[in-house]
C-alpha cells in the first residue's frame, strides 16, 4: 500500500525536529540525547522503507547519466553522514547500549560531531532537491489557492531574508568549524534563559537548512 504523502512530510519534519534537538547536547543528559538519537536513526529507516523505490529508480537515472554530478555527489555525501553518524553513534552510546561504550576517542567524538552538521546541511539539500513537490502539496492541500499566487517581488524578498538569516547562523553557531573538526570553543550556552536561547537555536538552524534548500534547488 502506498503511503500518503502528508504521513511522509509529517514523519519526516518529526524526525527533522529530532536531528536539531540532539545538537543542543550539552542542554541534555546524555541519555535523553542518545534517546533522541535512537528515534531519529528509527524515523530515517522508515523514510528510506517507505521511499525504497527511489533507490531501484536513482540505478536507472544513473546508468543513462540522467544525473549530473552534483546532484549524485549530494546524494552521496548525504548518505554517507547517515552512515557515518550511526557507526559513531554506536561507538559512543554508553546509555542504550548496554555493553557501550566501545570508545571514549575524543576524534570519534569529534566525526560524531561533524557529520550531525554536515547530515544537517545535506538535508537541506535535500529538501531543495524535493521542493517542488513539498510546494505543489502544499499548494493543492493545505493552501488550496486561498491566497492567490505570491507576487514574485514579495518571494523574492522573503527568500533573500531567510538566506540572510541563514548566513548569519551559520557564521553565529558556528557551523563551519563544528563540521571541519575545527576546535574551537564556540559552544551553545544554555545556561540563562535555556529554553528561549534553545527556541532560538532551533530557528536559526531551520534557517540554515531552508538557506542550503533554496540554494540547492535554483542550482540544480
Not at 93 to 114: C, E, V, Y
Not at 140 to 162: A, D, H, R, V, Y
Not at 183 to 205: E, G, K, P, R, Y
Amino acid at each position: 500500500m502506498k503511503t500518503p504523502f502528508s504521513v511522509k512530510l509529517i514523519l519526516d519534519c518529526f524526525g527533522l525536529a529530532l536531528l536539531i534537538s540532539s545538537l543542543a547536547y550539552y542542554w541534555q543528559t546524555n541519555v535523553f540525547h542518545e534517546v533522541v538519537g535512537f528515534a531519529f536513526m528509527a524515523l530515517v529507516l522508515c523514510h528510506n522503507i517507505i521511499n525504497r523505490k527511489w533507490y531501484t529508480s536513482s540505478a536507472t537515472r544513473i546508468s543513462s547519466q540522467r544525473w549530473g554530478s552534483i546532484r549524485l555527489l549530494s546524494h552521496a555525501v548525504l548518505i554517507l553522514m547517515v552512515i557515518l553518524l550511526l557507526i559513531t553513534s554506536i561507538l559512543l552510546s554508553r546509555s542504550i547500549n548496554l555493553i557501550g561504550p566501545f570508545t571514549n576517542d575524543f576524534s570519534i567524538k569529534q566525526w560524531h560531531q561533524a557529520s550531525a552538521y554536515w547530515l544537517l546541511l545535506m538535508i537541506g539539500v535535500h529538501i531543495g532537491r524535493n521542493f517542488p513537490k513539498i510546494k505543489g502539496y502544499l499548494r493543492s492541500k493545505i493552501w488550496k489557492g486561498k491566497f492567490g499566487e505570491t507576487p514574485k517581488f514579495l518571494s523574492l524578498g522573503l527568500w533573500l531574508t531567510i538566506v540572510c538569516i541563514g548566513a548569519y547562523a551559520f557564521a553565529q553557531l558556528d557551523i563551519k568549524n563544528k563540521a571541519l573538526m575545527v576546535q574551537t570553543m564556540n559552544f551553545w550556552d544554555f545556561t540563562n534563559q535555556s529554553m528561549s536561547f534553545f527556541a532560538l537555536a532551533f530557528v536559526l538552524v531551520l534557517a540554515i537548512m531552508k538557506m542550503t534548500a533554496l540554494i540547492s534547488h535554483y542550482l540544480k
